[in-house]
């Protein structure tokens, strides 16, 4: 089955700095999803991004499909950004939606 | 904004019980899945399922797992007989369609002891 690398898992940032995690997949996707886990355990979707760039307040994220990888950039990272970033991937042969989840960043925003 | 509820939040079951997780789905979505997170763990596929029947299930969903859509907004989980091993945090999801956005619920802490 196809596989989902996440680096690094585990990060330390002081407050206002910028972050990049990355995210790669081992096949072709047709769904690419950025989660955060906040401490309660809510998956909260960050982006929705098979291909391309997407922008939300100081998050942003990047899919290259043909290279098979994606990236999740924090900017002026804030407390309330700690957590786990989960990256998941549909394969692209497949139509049922299952996601493959990658093990996770743990970003911890000091003040 | 639209969303998927789970209840119940937190639950607690003795070992070789019954439990049925509660889950409502994004209205407008045809694709709905199960998901487990043990603890410390990264989450994992349970099962999906679209049109009344079960699309795909991981090795994870055996024989004592199920799943219904009783009526035409719920969507359930039960695990016949619970073992401990199945303490985990259970998200449900839904989606359009199958590679569309997924959306989750908040998840149900199951503690089985």
């Known amino acids: 089955g196809i596989q989902v690398e996440q680096s690094p898992p585990d990060l330390i940032l002081q407050e206002g700095a910028n972050s990049t995690l990355r995210c790669n997949f081992s096949?072709?996707?047709?769904?690419l999803q950025w989660f955060h886990q906040n401490p309660w355990g809510q998956l909260i979707n960050l982006f929705y991004i098979p291909s391309g760039t997407k922008q939300n307040g100081r998050l942003s994220a990047t899919t290259v499909a043909t290279e098979r990888y994606s990236l999740l950039y924090i900017s002026s990272s804030q407390t309330t950004d700690s957590g786990v970033y989960f990256c998941?991937?549909?394969?692209?042969?497949?139509?049922?939606?299952?996601?493959?989840f990658g093990q996770g960043t743990t970003l911890q925003v000091k003040p | 904004e639209p969303e998927v509820t789970q209840t119940p939040s937190h639950q607690v079951t003795q070992m070789g019980q019954e439990v049925i997780l509660r889950c409502v789905p994004i209205?407008?979505?045809?694709?709905f899945y199960w998901y487990r997170q043990i603890l410390g763990q990264k989450v994992e596929f349970l099962v999906s399922?679209?049109?009344?029947?079960?699309?795909?299930k991981s090795e994870i969903f055996d024989d004592q797992f199920s799943v219904e859509r009783p009526d035409g907004s719920n969507f359930t989980l039960k695990i016949r007989s619970t073992k401990l091993e199945d303490s985990a945090m259970y998200f449900c999801?839904?989606?359009?369609?199958?590679?569309?956005?997924?959306?989750f619920g908040q998840g149900t802490r199951l503690t089985v002891v």
């Open positions: 999801a839904s989606s359009r369609t199958g590679y569309t956005e997924a959306f």
């Open positions: 096949d072709s996707v047709n769904n």
């Open positions: 209205s407008n979505h045809l694709y």
């Open positions: 399922f679209y049109n009344n029947e079960i699309s795909e």
């Open positions: 998941a991937v549909e394969r692209g042969s497949s139509n049922t939606g299952k996601l493959i």
